[in-house]
């Protein structure tokens, strides 16, 4: 690998990091970080390419997730579908109409068995896109890891786990804020010991840009949701150079194609600066890592093969702004849960970037433009008014609880949506160049008929397993949520014995309170 020379197609070499003229002084893997946190980045090896999947029941999307591997993905992404998110099983009167919709159903230790057959989980990376529940998924999957004989030190993957971003944007939360806050730090310090690979929590500012949020704003929530969680667990009494190095960061990108280059490279220098502030010497504490993925919003139901561009350049966006994994959405998204056919074009777009484009051959290739460069140094200074805003409220939490958040996300959103209408922001087949629509065809629906199967299987699980040991692992919850003690363990414990993920929720509920 060491002696690869990299080419143009016209056999000019390359190097690897370009410095002068432009003044660029500063190194790639060298703090501050805006420049990529690899000396080779993709030289190296290129970023992991996922396809986020999960739909119906446990055997449909395990078939999905077969097809992908073999087409070249080289990592998972589950979707749960909202239930399991808010911690409901599919038998609840709250989960009608809605299992199986929006990713998986699962109720129990048994559907993830299902979910995950004849995959192992010691050759895969595996991210869940799960927040209020995380810590019951986890424990899920790292009791599917014990039972395929898999050593924990080495399993690797990525739980969101961001509920602050859930408070603010998306809406997925259970508890008030302070208890879901300690199930978090419980869950970076029980990682820490026993699963030291596995990334605690990817901080993400993709929903806040879903919810029509500005490039400015998605950097400056992200980052200073970011520092609450580091503040947080800091007060735990972690140590800072450990725990900082399992924190992930999720972004979007959108079509703004400089500006979300920018974006990324600005993210980098002001995590490295505030890491080190809150005292991480450790270069590995100090590096933001991020997985994007493409805007969801951007997409159209009108003129839906347009998106195909749409995505191909978010994605180009990413990989130049330096992403250590990308998800690209499907053409049909804005109709439906992604077609098969959708799926695929998504992850070739992906290899044509990585194989084809010539874009990975040298390190931060857009490093020294004018314009790449003031930019991103706008965007930082943008970004630092909003951080200390939210740190004069006293951090996220305060700023959440205020609403000021949320407001300044819907201003944003108005905004968009008043310029669309009014045609000073073009959307290519929406307000202008528009066209007779001609139905879509091949829209992927869910069967409602996935509920009864979900709740089938319930009832042979309730009749199968040892009850008393349940009841017994529920108490012992309970208990340990009254007090101090980590969850993790006795969450743990509650999911081998097969408790369902609603009584799990319910346990913490009735302790906790909802939000």
Known sequence: MADKKFKTISGIELKEVYTEPSGMNELPGRFPYTRGIQKDMYRGKPWTMRQYAGFSTAEESNKRYHYLLSQGTMGLSVAF????????????????????KVGVAIDSLKDIEILFDGIELKNITTSMTINATAAILLAMYIALAKKQGADLKQISGTIQNDILKEYAARGTYIYPPTPSMRLITDIFEYCSKEVP????????????????STAVQELAFTLANGKTYLKAALEKGLDINIF???LSFFFNCHNNFFEEIAKFRAARRMWAHITKELGATDAGAQKLRFHTQTGGSTLTAQQPMNNIVRVSMQALAAVLGGTQSLHTNGYDEALSLPTEAAAKIALRTQQIIAFESGVTDTVDPLAGSYFIEALTDELEAAAQIYIDKID??????????????QQEIAAAAYQYQNDIE????????????????????????????????????????????????VNRAL????????????????????????ATLGEIADTLRNIFGEH
């Not at 990817?202 to 029509?212: F, K, L, P, T």
Request: aromatic share 6%.
């Open 197 to 212: 690979k596995w990334n605690t929590i990817s901080i993400s500012g993709y929903h806040i840009r879903e919810a029509g």
């Open 81 to 100: 579908d909202l239930p399991t998110q808010i911690g409901y099983d599919s038998d609840h009167e709250l989960a009608e109409g809605e299992v199986g």
């Open 422 to 469: 009014s045609g000073d922001q073009v959307l290519v087949g929406v307000n202008k160049f528009t066209q007779q629509e001609e139905v879509a065809q091949n829209v992927f629906r869910v069967d409602d008929a996935i509920r009864r199967q979900q709740m089938d299987k319930l009832v042979r699980l309730k009749q199968e397993r040892n009850n008393v040991e």
């Open 244 to 246: 900082a190095k399992r």
């Open 475 to 498: 108490q012992n919850l309970a208990d340990a949520a009254r007090g101090k003690d980590n969850l993790m363990p006795y969450i743990l414990t509650a999911v081998e014995c097969y």
């Open 392 to 405: 004069a409220m006293g951090g996220s939490v305060k700023a959440i609880e205020q609403d000021y958040i």
